[in-house]
C-alpha cells in the first residue's frame, strides 16, 4: 500500500511550484516551518529574482483567487542588513522592487533602498535584524513584498530545486583517520 503524500503542482515558465494554498492538507506555517515543509517535499522556498518570475507568479495567484492570502517567499534578513534569497543564496536584485510601498516608519527600511548595504558578510558582523520583521511574504491582496515576523503563520510557496554542479576538489579519505 503506497503511503506516501499525493501532492498538486504547477509550471510556470519551466518551474515547478507548490502553492500551500492548492493543497487541502497543507497547514499554514511559520517562516521555519514552511522551509522545512518545503524541503520535506524536495522543493525549497521560493525566490523571485526575476521580473519575469514575480510577474508570472503573481498573474497566476490572482487568476486562481488566491490574492486574498499572504505567501511566504525564501527572502529573509536574517543575520545580515540585506534582504538575500535564502534558497539560492543571491541578493533582492537592484534593478526592480516589488516591496509594498509604504509610509509606515516603522519598518526599519528605506523606502527606496532596501539593500543599501551590499556585503552580507561585513553586515553580518554589526547586524542586529532578527526574526521580527525579518522574514519577505506576497502580501495580499497586491501580492507585493513586504518584511514580517518570521514567526507569524502564513500560507506559502514552494519551487523545484536546482541543480548546481561544483568542480569540488575531493580528498578521499577514511572514517578511521582523525
Excluded at 510556470?12 to 502553492?19: A, E, I, K, N, R
Excluded at 525549497?44 to 529574482?49: G, P, T
Amino acid at each position: 500500500m503506497d503511503i506516501s503524500q499525493r501532492i498538486t503542482t504547477i509550471q510556470l515558465d519551466g518551474v515547478q511550484y507548490f502553492v500551500s494554498r492548492m493543497n487541502p492538507y497543507s497547514p499554514e506555517l511559520n517562516y521555519f516551518l514552511a522551509y522545512q515543509y518545503c524541503r520535506s517535499l524536495g522543493l525549497q522556498l521560493a525566490s523571485f529574482e526575476t521580473k519575469e518570475k514575480v510577474e508570472s507568479m503573481t498573474q497566476y495567484l490572482q487568476n486562481a483567487g488566491y490574492s486574498k492570502y499572504n505567501f511566504w517567499t525564501s527572502g529573509n534578513r536574517l543575520g545580515t542588513g540585506m534582504f538575500l534569497w535564502m534558497s539560492t543564496g543571491l541578493p533582492f536584485n537592484a534593478t526592480f522592487d516589488y516591496f509594498e510601498k509604504s509610509s509606515d516608519a516603522s519598518t526599519g527600511l528605506d523606502p527606496l533602498d532596501h539593500n543599501s548595504n551590499t556585503s552580507p558578510q561585513r553586515t553580518a558582523r554589526d547586524s542586529s535584524s532578527g526574526i521580527e520583521r525579518g522574514c519577505v511574504h506576497l502580501k495580499a491582496p497586491s501580492l507585493r513584498w513586504e518584511p514580517e515576523d518570521c514567526l507569524a503563520v502564513k500560507d506559502f510557496i514552494c519551487e523545484q530545486t536546482r541543480c548546481y554542479y561544483y568542480n569540488y576538489g575531493s580528498i578521499p579519505v577514511s572514517s578511521a583517520q582523525g
